[in-house]
């Protein structure tokens, strides 16, 4: 299966939003903010989180409107992941990691 074809549905404000396949200019948002995500979350893994999000929805959510949305932190931390394996991170960090194991 390509990475194109990854899909994937995150729950934000009680909301379902379909993320699938992104964009150049989403994954290079999104990665530095990943690599902040071991941070505590005071500490700015939350921010980070929001980042990878916000980079995700760019196409299908106006950012005034991902700023109003009223969210938990369990979706925050829930949409996270989806967005890792959707993006191709996941496999890469899997990918990454058997390199180091040989």
């Known amino acids: 299966m390509s990475a194109v074809s990854e ?5 934000l404000g009680g909301r379902d939003f379909p993320v699938s396949a992104f964009t150049f200019d ?3 948002r999104m990665l530095p903010a990943f690599a902040r995500l071991d941070l505590g979350l005071a500490e700015g893994g939350l921010e980070a ?3 990878i999000i916000a980079a995700a929805l760019t196409h299908s959510v106006p950012a005034e409107e991902l700023a109003e949305l009223r969210t ?4 925050i931390l829930g ?8 993006s191709g991170l ?3 960090g899997e990918v990454l990691a058997g390199k180091k194991n040989s």
Do not use: K, W
């Open 49 to 51: 989180a929001r980042e």
């Open 72 to 75: 938990t932190l369990p979706e």
């Open 7 to 11: 899909q994937g549905s995150i729950r």
């Open 90 to 92: 996941t496999a890469v």
């Open 79 to 86: 949409a996270v992941p989806v967005i890792a394996r959707v």
């Open 26 to 28: 989403q994954l290079q």
